[in-house]
């Protein structure tokens, strides 16, 4: 089973440069996110979506674009790269409704900007 | 403030110890809790949901007090393969999860 696929692995990006994360489930999952992570600080929400069409800001937003325009897709984009973004990059999906359900997360994204 | 407080360790413990985590949650209407293990350079993973009733999985015990709102993790009779981070997971309105920064557990033969 596939669960949350997340590529690239591993990214080394310059100043200004653009690019996408790309993060796709098998789950038939209604929510996606994105997230990331620095040291110390936690996982923190990037943007998130509910279902096909619809996507919403998290916590921070800035600098990075989603869309949503199928169940299992949901693409991060950097417009335009800063040292600020290097960080570790996870998409997750969960089934949305019940309280208590599983959050399944991708491998991650190890990204830097130079 | 963080929304989620954790006493980010590390914590060392010999092979066999019962150790203890705590954390502390701001926002009192998230409504669910969890325990998520991730290990170093991987994704998180659920270790366990958290009630307000206490829960228990093998040597895992989780506990959530509302009222303080504070959550527990209890690991007992520790194990080399338990060495990881532990993240304290909040989860709002909608499904948005709010995490901790994470306890390092570092366990020792």
């Avoid at chain 1, 997340?6 to 789950?27: E, H, I, N, R, Y």
């Avoid at chain 1, 990037?46 to 990075?64: K, L, M, R």
């Avoid at chain 1, 335009?80 to 991708?106: D, H, K, L, W």
């Amino acid at each position: 089973n596939a669960g949350v696929t997340q590529t690239p692995k591993f990214q080394v990006l310059k100043t200004g440069q653009s690019m996408t994360l790309q993060c796709a489930q098998d789950m038939n999952h209604e929510y996606m996110s994105w997230y990331r992570q620095d040291p110390g600080m936690g996982l923190r929400l990037i943007h998130y979506s509910v279902g096909a069409g619809i996507t919403d800001q998290g916590e921070v937003p800035n600098g990075y674009n989603v869309s949503r325009s199928t169940t299992e897709d949901f693409p991060l984009r950097l417009l335009s790269a800063a040292p600020s973004q290097t960080s570790v990059y996870f998409c997750a999906s969960t089934r949305q409704g019940a309280m208590n359900t599983e959050a399944f997360f991708g491998q991650g994204t190890r990204l830097t900007v130079v | 403030r963080k929304e989620v407080e954790q006493d980010p360790g590390p914590f060392n413990v010999p092979e066999g110890a019962t150790v203890a985590f705590n954390c502390t949650y701001s926002n009192s209407a998230s409504q669910s809790f969890f325990w998520y293990r991730q290990d170093c350079r991987k994704e998180p993973k659920l270790l366990m949901s958290v009630y307000s009733s206490g829960n228990e999985d093998g040597r895992f015990t989780a506990q959530l007090n509302r009222a303080s709102q504070y959550i527990s993790l209890l690991i007992r009779d520790s194990k080399l393969s338990d060495s990881a981070t532990y993240l304290c997971v909040g989860r709002e309105y909608g499904n948005k999860l709010v995490f901790g920064a994470g306890t390092i557990l570092r366990v020792k033969s």
